[in-house]
């Protein structure tokens, strides 16, 4: 049996322990996530949501004058993405490409020419049970996520209800790096400052 039929076999109290690890919504930084070409300002955020409301249908993002979106997806800190799951409607509306971009935050339709980090293939998927493998190594150290779905099935708008993360997350580190180079830097400069000293003195 292949792998990615392998989902389907999955009785529904394993879904739900696969779902507990669907939690880096939490770690969205939702008031600067942008989403691009959505037919409702603010529909695209309320997509990552918890994996037992991934069936709800009663919020969901639809794309305004063509069928791409666009998500810009801070975080609260580093993301190391190990799965993906994408759910729809089993109907042409559905996403059926996604291209990701990692760290380069503000894209827009302008930006997306540009060779994405992976894409993906997907199939239509109404319950969220086939997962979508990023590159480890290069999903290891995520600051910001772009995902851009060019196209659908056909149909002339596209339609998300729910998008799923999985992985790992750790607190930035950009204060604790501050911290070292200041503490470094001093004795670095003082070592720096007594050999000039000496040279000057010795050219006088």
């Not at 004058?65 to 993405?81: S, V, Y």
């Amino acid at each position: 049996m292949s792998h990615s039929h392998c989902n389907h076999d999955h009785s529904h109290e394993n879904l739900d322990e696969i779902g507990i690890q669907y939690n880096l919504f939490e770690k969205i930084d939702l008031e600067n996530l942008q989403c691009l070409n959505e037919s409702i300002d603010g529909a695209g955020k309320t997509v990552f949501k918890p994996w037992e409301k991934r069936l709800d249908r009663t919020q969901y993002v639809e794309s305004d004058a063509d069928e791409e979106l666009l998500f810009n997806i801070p975080f609260t800190g580093n993301i190391k993405i190990k799965g993906l799951r994408i759910s729809s409607e089993d109907t042409d509306s559905h996403p059926a490409k996604l291209r990701l971009f990692k760290n380069r935050p503000n894209m827009t339709f302008d930006d997306v020419s540009m060779e994405p980090d992976q894409v993906f293939d997907l199939q239509k998927d109404s319950e969220g049970v086939l997962e979508y493998s990023p590159k480890i190594v290069t999903f290891s150290s995520v600051s910001h996520l772009t995902m851009h779905f060019p196209t659908n099935f056909g149909a002339e708008n596209t339609r998300i209800y729910y998008i799923g993360l999985r992985g790992e997350w750790t607190p930035g580190h950009k204060h604790g790096v501050t911290i070292c180079t200041y503490e470094a830097r001093p004795m670095l400069e003082d070592h720096k400052l007594s050999n000039m000293d000496s040279v000057s003195k010795a050219i006088q």
